[in-house]
T-cell receptor
Framework: EAQVTQNPRYLITVTGKKLTVTCSQN?????MSWYRQDPGLGLRQIYY???????DKGDVPEGYKVSRKEKRNFPLILESPSPNQTSLYFC????????????FGQGTRLTVV | DAKTTQPPSMDCAEGRAANLPCNHS???????VYWYRQIHSQGPQYIIH???NNETNEMASLIITEDRKSSTLILPHATLRDTAVYYC???????????FGDGTTLTVKP
């Protein structure tokens, strides 16, 4: 089954404790992306990757890092989480930039206390 | 960057067509319009996309105006399960950035 898998689905952590949210897709997609969703602010893009070793900033990259060492994986790294990073996070993947649909993961609800 | 504007909410009677508008007046010639929907806090689900021609698939139809400054998503026979937040998105080539609008909360009522 074609899918995008995020882990964990729920996470409560403390300020400053480094964490990684994993994202994996099994469709051999080139393009992957991370979004955060906050009440009243819709979905905002954090980082995206056009292919292995190619990443770029979205609209809200501050406080986040990503890496794309393998095509299937695109982890989101929070080196020093802060309470304003409490949010619902989604990973997405697609074949390419245009003319293709994106598949989204089920989301990771992160709470930083 | 092209932005999208959608009404915050709409209601539709079950079985009737739901017409969801989107304004993207600054869209450029090679940018596509995509529609996704999100049910509760699940991952968004792809519905349809188009460049300049009208499109139809098993879920919906997409009508894009000739000047491409606006579009309408049509759900021909809305059901209660179509209650969701609908996002109109314009893709930004070549960088691959995607900008989600604020979305329209569609409520289908019995």
């Amino acid at each position: 089954e074609a899918q995008v898998t995020q882990n964990p689905r729920y996470l409560i952590t403390v300020t400053g404790k480094k964490l990684t949210v994993t994202c994996s897709q099994n469709m051999n997609h080139e393009y992957m992306s991370w979004y955060r969703q906050d009440p009243g602010l819709g979905l905002r893009q954090i980082y995206y990757s056009m292919n292995v070793e190619v990443t770029d900033k979205g609209d809200v990259p501050e406080g986040y890092k990503v890496s794309r060492k393998e095509k299937r994986n695109f982890p989101l790294i929070l080196e020093s989480p802060s309470p304003n990073q409490t949010s619902l996070y989604f990973c997405a993947s697609s074949w390419g930039r245009l003319n293709t649909e994106a598949f989204f993961g089920q989301g990771t609800r992160l709470t930083v206390v | 960057d092209a932005k999208t504007t959608q009404p915050p909410s709409m209601d539709c009677a079950e079985g009737r067509a739901a017409n969801l508008p989107c304004n993207h007046s600054t869209i450029s010639g090679n940018e596509y319009v995509y529609w996704y929907r999100q049910i509760h806090s699940q991952g968004p689900q792809y519905i349809i996309h188009g460049l300049k021609n009208n499109e139809t698939n098993e879920m919906a139809s997409l009508i894009i105006t000739e000047d491409r400054k606006s579009s309408t998503l049509i759900l021909p026979h809305a059901t209660l399960r179509d209650t969701a937040v609908y996002y109109c998105i314009v893709y930004h080539p070549p960088a691959g950035k995607s900008t989600f609008g604020d979305g329209t909360t569609l409520t289908v009522k019995p």
